[in-house]
């Protein structure tokens, strides 16, 4: 599928001798860049702030002769304000990763913030994704290429588009969860006794630290609170707007209707807390503050394999038979996303108009979309790539990759220590911090193979731990994957491109409502009694609908009828080209 442009032979200088290296190497290239830059990445979506250290700063330094400054609203907080007093400067970032949805993307070049990168795309191998890269930027004015879109694919709109765990699911300390012996769970309300059998068990860390089963945060909260939303996941519904879209229908529903799954997730978080369940910490963390706890095994659910299994699951851990592993509730459906030939807008790389080498800026993004560049940027997640050839994974004779000893430490959850020449330090130290994909996981390279190191024969062949074994002896499948498909418990949401309607009447009311639901969903989880929690829910009901909710609602009921009708068109257009 991607064609790369290997034949440049790189000169590599170690104790005076010249070896030929390839570019997975993690030895020391001669960069084609005089001078040393620092670049600002204004990253909305990165959970980091300051500059990328480590194998994947080598990297970078080594082939572009530049470091990255990682300038991120969800650490910094107030997102919307950070990026306003940035923009009001008239300087975003260098680079500038974001949501492309909506009228973003005109904004930012109405604003002159960003970029016309067409000049400098020309003969750039990142032209092989032209379709999708043309489709992003298709209505915007003036002309140009401003944005290049993340997660794109070449499979098919209803092919998922994850690795073989899903985004969401519900993810149990295995151990504990065995030590119970394995309780049947019927409905998302019969998981809370289970969870709170597994604090008994294990109430404290082996630090010390009180367990919980659910820990919350604030940094990704945008119309609705995020975490409510993730169970609703588990039974096939998503966010558009203000309301939850069935994955495989035009059935949809308001998120602050009193018989919503929002309100029912909000409800079960409510008598979570009444339980002693929920960590009272939730209410001023960030997101590196839970996955902290994750990693010292003070939290035992989570709604997300790549944070929890990610954090958690160590070798060491995994071979006594700890662990985050999804577990069956009977009447889940899980929300999976398909494939999309014109990528996703939720996560889009631009260049700012005030970058002082664009021209270099452009290599680099165009680097991101090759296959040394894909496998380097994507191993944050338990479905991600495998980090860079030559240090984690190399290929057989035949062309097939498979891990070597080292990737195998590192990716499979022990604190590996990288090697000197790949910039030294632990392995999680030098992980990408971009957090963004620009191909689906389940893309394949050159060689026909997928991207997503969970999917190749030579992973999925290598030996168990007593965690895995367990789970695959109880749940009768060999992966999550398996499981869901065997059993009919995955729904995938058609690939498409759909854009919601700009009104910029509708978005300031949507701000204000939006400001209001998320207050009183964090105030009804943590109400005094159950009386409170519904006077709550009226409030915001109230609140909500006297601040034009009615308004934005019937905008985003028709965006919705809009929305399937182009993942039905999506579905189309592939099968008659696949006919043609």
Known sequence: MIE????????????????????????????????????????SVANYEGMQSGWFGKIVKDKFNMELNI??????????????????????????????????????????????????????????FESAIRDINSNLAPEGIYAIPSEVSENSPMTPSESLELTY????????????????????EDLLPVLKRMQELEPRTEDGDKTYAFSFFKDWDGNLMNAAKQPCCFYGWDELGFLLLKADSDEYKSIIDPDSMYVRVLKWYFNANQMGLVDPQSLTQSYNDVAHKYEKGQVLYSPWPW????????????????????????????YSYG???????????????????PERLVDFINWMYSSDGISSIGPQSSAGTAG?????????????PYLTEFGKKALFGSEAEVPKEWGGGTWREGISVLNFMPVAPCELDEKGNPYAYQLWDSVQGMGETALEKDWKEIMQANNTRDFLLKNDKMVVSPGCNFTATINSEIE??????????????????????????????????????????????EVDMNDAIEFQKARIKSVEEYENDREQ
């Open 388 to 400: 860079p050839e030559g240090l984690c994974w190399e290929y057989d004779e035949e062309g097939k």
């Open 71 to 128: 300038i991120a609203p969800n650490v910094a907080g107030g997102g919307n304000t950070l990026f306003a007093i940035r923009s009001a400067a008239g300087n975003l970032g260098d680079l500038i990763i974001c949501n492309g949805e909506d009228d973003n993307l005109q904004k930012l070049v109405n604003s002159g913030l960003v970029l016309n990168m067409e000049p400098y795309l020309e003969d750039k191998d990142i032209m092989r």
């Open 169 to 188: 699911g519900p993810y149990l300390r295995w151990d504990l969860y065995k030590q119970l012996g394995y309780p049947e769970i019927r409905t998302l």
């Open 307 to 334: 944070v929890a299994q990610v954090e958690y699951n160590t070798l060491d851990r995994r071979q006594q038979g700890k662990g985050f592993m999804i577990v069956d509730i009977k009447d889940m459906n899980i």
């Open 508 to 553: 300031t009311l949507r701000g204000q409502c939006r400001n209001v639901i998320r207050k009183y969903s964090w105030e009804m989880i943590f109400a005094e009694d159950e009386d409170e929690f519904y006077q709550l829910l009226s409030k915001m009901q109230d609140e909500a609908f006297s601040l034009g909710y009615e308004k934005v609602l």
């Open 339 to 357: 494939c999309n030939q014109s990528g996703t807008r939720k996560n889009v790389v631009l260049v700012g108009s005030q970058a002082k080498d």
């Open 4 to 43: 790369e442009n290997r034949s440049a032979i790189v000169l590599i200088c170690i104790i005076g001798l010249l070896f030929l290296a390839g570019c997975g190497s993690g030895i020391k290239e001669e960069a084609p860049y005089e001078e040393a830059i620092v670049v600002d990445v204004f990253d």
